[in-house]
């Protein structure tokens, strides 16, 4: 029997908490575990239930923004963190990701989307909403065109460890890659473990935040 993923909610308003319920009662294999709805009880049941994801609203009263990421990630490493906000500036985004969450998505957004980020970071990838992929694209979109070996990196990368990383930014999977690329999921793996270690990453979440931060557009 597969082991349900376990959910913690953290939002400060109550209908909001009732719509996530809602619609995580009908994915599979994903569990409701606690709410909370400020920041203070938000840590206890960090601390209490090792939960495997946590899907979080900055805004809350008692979150320190961004820093408050840092902190549930030191509490718990293993944690997957989904963030849940009105705010999609990109600096803010970029912060996130840096921070150690895994996803992005906007409370306007599609509800569809929330089972996608799931699937997604549950399967070690990560996932960035429609509009979010957008707003961090535009400063891209605007610039001077430049060649994308100097954009990306001063550390010399290959064209498929090039593409790897565009891919990444763009929320995929080992997978989903692999698909895209016409290779084996285990090649995939293989690139993207091979582009962490150059780029002294350690996991997908960095990944999709290197490559956002130096302005890959994404989606």
């Known amino acids: 029997m597969i082991r349900p993923l376990t959910a913690i909610l953290a939002d400060d308003h109550a209908i909001v908490r009732e719509g996530l319920k809602l619609l995580i009662s009908v994915m599979e294999n994903v569990s409701v575990v606690a709410e909370a709805a400020d920041g203070e009880a938000l840590l206890g049941h960090v601390r209490g239930t090792r939960a495997d994801l946590l899907i979080l ?3 809350m009263p008692g979150v320190a923004g961004i820093q408050f990421i840092s902190d549930i990630k030191a509490l718990a490493p293993r944690m997957k963190i989904l963030v849940l906000t009105a705010n999609i500036e990109p600096r803010t985004v970029r ?10 998505l906007t409370k ?10 799931i699937e997604a970071v549950k399967n070690g990838g990560t996932y ?48 989903e890659i692999a698909e895209r690329l016409g290779i084996s999921p285990l090649t995939a793996r293989k690139h993207r473990e091979n582009l962490m270690r150059k780029l002294n990453l350690h996991s997908a979440a960095e990944l999709t935040a290197y490559a956002v931060r130096l302005g890959l557009p994404a989606g």
């Open 128 to 175: 960035l909403a429609q509009t979010v992929r957008f707003a961090i694209s535009e400063p891209a979109r605007n610039s001077r065109p430049q060649p994308a070996q100097e954009i990306l990196s001063p550390i010399p990368l290959t064209r498929r460890e090039h593409q790897i990383l565009a891919l990444g930014a763009q929320g995929m999977t080992a997978r």
């Open 95 to 104: 912060a996130a990701l840096e921070a150690g969450a895994s996803a992005y």
């Open 57 to 59: 609203d900055l805004g």
């Open 108 to 117: 306007d957004g599609d509800p569809e989307e929330l089972g996608a980020a």
